[in-house]
């Protein structure tokens, strides 16, 4: 069981890390809401329990890394690094500006925290098995998180890495699949059927567990599992929505990229906002 307090605190922390992302998206006029709310609760979990690093070193050589290969989520990424302090929360009101060290997708070039330019999908997933491999290399005990749509899936480069990842046991790459169900322009089911991923990660090699995406204490107690395998690749699959904690967000059914053009979605988010607010425990 996780501290009432530390329990808090991550509540906080993916409340602020949701308000963020929605504002930042919002003040640019338009973008992908629905995968950025979706890993929310995760990034919380990361930044605010698991992760090894340091905002003032973001390079520091024995930080943990995170690989966000669903790149269009960048804006909840980033929420979340201004959260913890690696740069100042006004630069997420640059989002996607021209000069921005916050362009839509990430680039490790320009942002504090970012350690692989991501928004190509698939390709993250070769990048983190890199990672992961120099790791290994070194004898690092660091971990790397790669953080995967299921859209994404459709991308053959993912298979080959998981591949990878199993034959060589890289179980210092903890591989999340975000299972949000829904792709650009439809259900994961409709456009290219997934099947079961947890069969299908088993299958494949991987010790694979699955967790709602907005169950704190649940995607804590998921990442101590793998923590504690040494001997397989290790993979969560989160159980989550796209849209996630925001109930108008969730029943929209084109939410992949959100248009903010439109009275009823500033009424809405409005409101969306005024809710984040109440809840406690906000840094
Ligand atoms: C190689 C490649 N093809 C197409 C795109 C355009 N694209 C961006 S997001 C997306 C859908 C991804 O779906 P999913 O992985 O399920 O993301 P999520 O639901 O988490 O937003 C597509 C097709 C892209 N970024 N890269
Ligand atoms: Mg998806």
Redesign the pocket.
């Known amino acids: 069981m996780m501290k009432k307090e530390t329990l808090s605190q991550l509540k906080g922390l993916a409340a602020e890390i949701r308000t963020e992302s929605i504002e930042a998206i919002r003040k640019v006029g338009s973008g992908?809401i629905?995968?950025?709310l979706?890993?929310v609760e995760l990034l919380a979990v990361l930044y605010g329990k698991q992760m090894t690093y340091d905002p003032r070193n973001p390079e520091w050589e024995d930080r943990d890394r995170l690989v966000l290969s669903?790149?269009?989520?960048g804006p909840a990424w980033y929420s979340a690094l201004a959260a913890v302090g690696f740069f100042d929360k006004a630069w997420l009101g640059t989002l996607n500006e021209g000069g921005t060290r916050l362009p839509s997708?990430p680039d490790r070039t320009k942002t504090p925290g970012v350690d692989a330019t991501t928004?190509?999908?698939?390709?993250g997933t070769s990048v983190a098995a890199g990672i992961a491999t120099g790791l290994r290399m070194q004898n690092k005990d660091s971990y790397v998180y790669l953080i995967?749509?299921?859209?994404?899936?459709?991308?053959g480069q993912c298979w080959e890495a998981f591949q990878y990842l199993a034959h060589f046991k890289l179980n210092h790459c903890i591989l999340i699949i975000?299972e949000?169900k829904?792709?650009?322009d439809g259900t994961?089911k409709e456009i290219l059927n997934p099947f079961d991923l947890v069969e299908k990660m088993r299958a494949f090699g991987f010790a694979t567990v699955k967790v709602k995406g907005d169950d704190l204490e649940a995607i804590d107690q998921a990442i101590e599992q793998c923590k504690a395998v040494n001997d397989q690749a290790v993979c969560i699959v989160l159980d989550s929505i796209?849209g996630q904690g925001v109930t108008f967000f969730e029943e929209m059914e084109a939410n992949?990229s959100v248009k903010f053009n439109s009275p009823e979605v500033q009424e809405e988010t409005d409101k969306a906002l005024a809710e984040l607010r109440t809840v406690k425990g906000r840094g």
């Open positions: 992908h629905g995968g950025s979706s890993i669903k790149g269009h989520a997708h928004g190509s999908l698939g390709q995967v749509g299921d859209g994404e899936l459709n991308e975000d949000n829904k792709q650009l994961t796209k992949h």
